[in-house]
């Protein structure tokens, strides 16, 4: 064995699955007397460097919230520039994430969306649909809420069509039918931006994700500052209502 490898069991405990929120862009441009959507595009490229090092660390889903089931509550022409962004990112990067045997995903209610951009969504997802490496789930016209909303009117058809009893409803059912269930569950959640909420962001999702807000701002979250999140999460002992000393014995078995 390389001594210069360290064995499984000494290495820091990586997060399967990070969710953030990319919060900050338009307070970044401010600073720099620049209009919001210079801080967006520059968000782009930190998305880009975040992907780069999941994919470098092995971690198998990285899911980002985009665009919130509220942001339409912007500017007109905010939203509009926003949509034209998300455009061209698809457009862009779609080829590079697939020769990184990346696989793409958009959770949210993309009926919203123009046609045009629910095809290239479509498009992007179906050409990177059998890749294996890291997934990469963008949550764009997104809401917690609604995620619950759209599972419990599935439930509720199911109950009505006498297809399914009450009694069958269990958080394993409702989580089937639920964005994301097919991926572990996020371990690490991080915002940065340094505001302290969830945004209506995944909220079924977060019940056992471990937390790390940063004021650092979307657009300078560099590696540093992501290495830094990872290292704090590798800090936290994770004990899912069970007692310290559980854990702890059974980590030396
Ligand atoms: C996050 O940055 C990006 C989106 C919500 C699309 P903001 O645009 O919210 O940036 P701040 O919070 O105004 O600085
Ligand atoms: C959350 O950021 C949504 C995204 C990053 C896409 P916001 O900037 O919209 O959140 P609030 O409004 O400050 O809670
Ligand atoms: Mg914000």
């Known amino acids: ?22 919060d900050g862009n338009g307070r970044w441009a401010d600073r720099r007397r620049l209009p919001r959507f210079a801080g967006h595009k520059a968000g ?13 660390k092995g971690i198998e889903a990285l899911t980002l919230f985009a665009f919130s089931s509220e942001n339409w509550r912007r500017p007109e022409e905010e939203v509009g520039l926003l949509m034209g962004l998300f455009m061209t990112a698809l ?29 290239r969504i479509e498009a992007a997802e179906s050409l990177t ?13 997104y809401g917690g809420r609604w995620d619950m909303t759209q599972a419990a009117r599935t439930i ?5 069509s006498g297809e399914l009893d009450p009694a ?10 639920l964005s994301l269930s097919d991926l572990p569950e996020p371990d690490l ?15 079924w999702q977060l019940a056992y994700t471990e937390l790390y807000f940063t004021d650092t701002l979307w657009p300078d979250f560099d590696r540093i500052a992501f290495e830094g999140a990872l290292a704090s999460f590798a800090t936290r002992q994770r004990r899912f209502g069970r007692t310290g000393e559980q854990i702890a014995t059974a980590q030396s078995v």
């Open 1 to 22: 064995m390389n001594a210069d490898v360290p064995s499984k069991a000494t290495q820091a405990p990586l997060p399967r699955h990070v969710a953030i929120i990319m």
């Open 44 to 56: 782009v490229e930190t998305v880009k460097g975040v992907v780069r090092v999941c994919g470098e």
């Open 91 to 119: 457009e862009q990067q779609v080829r590079k994430l697939h020769e990184h045997n990346i696989r793409l995903r958009v959770i949210g209610d993309r009926s919203a969306f123009s046609s045009m951009l629910q095809e």
């Open 129 to 141: 649909h059998a890749n294996t490496g890291l997934n990469l789930v963008v949550a764009a016209n």
């Open 156 to 160: 509720a058809a199911r109950v009505h």
């Open 168 to 177: 069958q409803v269990t958080p394993e059912l409702v989580n089937s039918l």
């Open 189 to 203: 959640f991080i915002r940065t931006g340094g505001e302290k909420r969830v945004s209506n962001f995944l909220l």
